[in-house]
């Protein structure tokens, strides 16, 4: 069970997809762009260098994860991935989906107005996560 | 020996500082931020699913020991920490101190035109770098 507490203004922005060993995948809520973050589940975290070394470990296999299922999910033509922490002090990094003619190209798509995801759409993103997901968790 | 090729917008915009065991570490040269980046010596790498287990392993330490070091140096309130390659494809990570009264706070620092460090300043920027990883290297 999960006894963290999720940052409120993370809850609201995003949505529950899939727990790691470390961390919760949720999707961002803003159909412009597929991008996931991942929150580790350690109350009180903001710095990156307060992560203990094994943490940091599993972390890391966890980006990597979640990049490798994004390029297999999605093709992307980059992955921005990335741990700001300006506006949510709680940790959380991003791993977004790029393409060249999406909405913010080449610019970073922090600082936009998010448009909410259509139900069947956002729906859609998140099945096509889970099913490579669980191709993985089963491998 | 550095056989490598740095892309020529990133060796343009930024100044070699140090070297560790499969980064090259820069400075951003835009006075408005204390913005290193740190660029792996391999050829051809865009994606970071595409650097081996023992890179990534690699990478991810050397970006914990840059966050220390700039931790202890500059007492940042954040280190933003991303991987974008939106402009330039070749692999680069920045590791960006963040203050509250910084001039993008709290946006993220992309995107800005830059203003070229007075020489002094950089110079006192790097060298502040330098003292904190010379501990470290000789601890």
């Given at each position: 069970?999960?006894?963290?507490i999720l940052h409120p203004r993370l809850a609201r922005d995003s949505m529950y997809v899939a727990s790691l060993r470390l961390c919760q995948?949720?999707?961002?809520?803003?159909?412009?762009?597929?991008?996931?973050?991942?929150?580790?589940?350690?109350?009180?975290?903001t710095h990156f260098i307060d992560l203990s070394s094994d943490h940091q470990k599993i972390l890391f296999k966890e980006i990597n994860q979640v990049a490798q299922?994004?390029?297999?999910?999605?093709?992307?033509?980059?992955?921005?991935?990335?741990?700001l922490?300006?506006?949510v002090e709680q940790m959380h990094w991003h791993i977004i989906v790029r393409y060249q003619d999406d909405k913010a190209w080449p610019d970073p798509?922090?600082?936009?107005?998010?448009?909410?995801?259509?139900?069947?759409?956002q729906s859609d993103i998140i099945s096509r996560f889970l099913t490579v997901f669980q191709n993985y968790e089963a491998s």
């Open positions: 069970m999960e006894q963290f995948v949720r999707l961002i809520n803003n159909q412009d762009f597929i991008w996931f973050i991942l929150v580790p589940r350690i109350d009180d975290l299922i994004l390029t297999q999910a999605f093709s992307p033509e980059r992955l921005n991935i990335a741990s922490g300006n506006v798509v922090w600082g936009r107005s998010f448009v909410p995801y259509d139900a069947a759409y």
